[in-house]
């Protein structure tokens, strides 16, 4: 009698114990309740298009049993500010990421494997181009998840679905959870860096020009990557262009058979990784012939 007395104690000792780590994570692969999205945004149509990037296609698709496990980057000062692929601004301290044939913009739900912190995030951009790397993060996106130190580190994403117009509500934004940042000049801590940040200052923001002034003209330097939005014929309309595409745009001069052509491209860039996102940027604001040149 006392052997079952002792035996049905240690059995609800167990489930005990069972429960209480389901209470403190035990349970974190049950996926987080999403957003409800009642008025999505539509999908940006140019980022549904095939795109090839280091001689590999892409195909963009919507996949709605999307759930893949591999390694995540994250990105920061040297994009903050700039377009995203959706046309949006990316802000390197909101919660946010790339991937490379999700549709834009759209949710999913990202897993550290290391740690089970999880988090909903908006994919409003395209990347990484890097073998082994399913995902790129937002530096507020890599703090919340603990992947901020190390740079890269091992992730499970599953798509949620279709992403609101604006924001994705508190799942999303996690306030209670992040600590208040100094967008002016973020700390950069030790460790391993993420494969596109650079040891420079990043770039001044965007300053919109008090009274519209031809753009200026530069040659293409070498080992350097662009985007061409277009050429023309029309050096004012050319100007337009630039200015529509913001203070990375530039004019190039162009001879073709004889004719002096006007060149808009975006950049430059360092890598073909940082170019292709500004090309589908560029793709966004509806230049759909936009070229990666240069390299």
């Not at 999880?118 to 507020?140: A, H």
């Not at 940040?197 to 300053?207: G, I, L, N, Q």
Request: hydrophobic fraction near 40%.
């Amino acid at each position: 009698m006392w052997a079952r007395i002792l035996r049905a104690a240690v059995v609800a000792a167990a489930f005990s114990t069972l429960a209480a780590c389901a209470s403190l994570g035990g349970g974190r692969e049950a996926p987080l309740k999403p957003p409800v999205v009642t008025d999505p945004a539509p999908i940006v149509s140019g980022t549904m298009r095939p795109y090839q990037v280091r001689g590999r296609w892409y195909h963009p698709k919507e996949q709605p049993n999307y759930d893949e496990v591999g390694q995540a980057s994250w990105y920061g000062s040297y994009h903050h500010g700039r377009s995203t692929s959706t046309g949006e601004r990316f802000d390197m301290n909101g919660l946010t990421a790339a991937h490379k044939t999700l549709p834009l913009p759209s949710l999913v739900e990202v897993t550290n494997r290391a740690n089970g912190r999880r988090v909903i995030l908006r994919v409003n951009d395209r990347g990484p181009f890097v073998d082994g790397r399913i995902i790129d993060l937002s530096r507020g996106a890599a703090e919340e998840l603990g992947l901020l130190n190390q740079g890269v580190g091992e992730v499970r994403v599953r798509y949620v679905g279709r992403a609101p117009r604006q924001g994705g509500g508190t799942p999303m934004q996690r306030a209670e959870a992040a600590p208040a940042r100094n967008d002016a000049a973020p700390s950069r801590e030790a460790g391993a860096r993420p494969y596109y940040e650079v040891a420079t200052a990043p770039p001044p923001a965007p300053a919109q020009a008090p009274a519209p002034q031809p753009v200026p003209s530069y040659a293409a330097p070498a080992a350097a990557y662009w985007v061409q939005a277009g050429a023309y014929s029309d050096r004012r309309g050319a100007d337009r262009v630039a200015r529509r595409l913001g203070d990375r745009a530039s004019i190039q001069n162009l001879d073709r058979d004889g004719r002096t052509l006007f060149r808009v491209v975006v950049g430059p860039w360092p890598d073909a990784t940082a170019a292709e996102r500004a090309r589908q940027a560029v793709i966004a604001r509806g230049f759909s012939d936009a070229l990666l040149i240069g390299g």
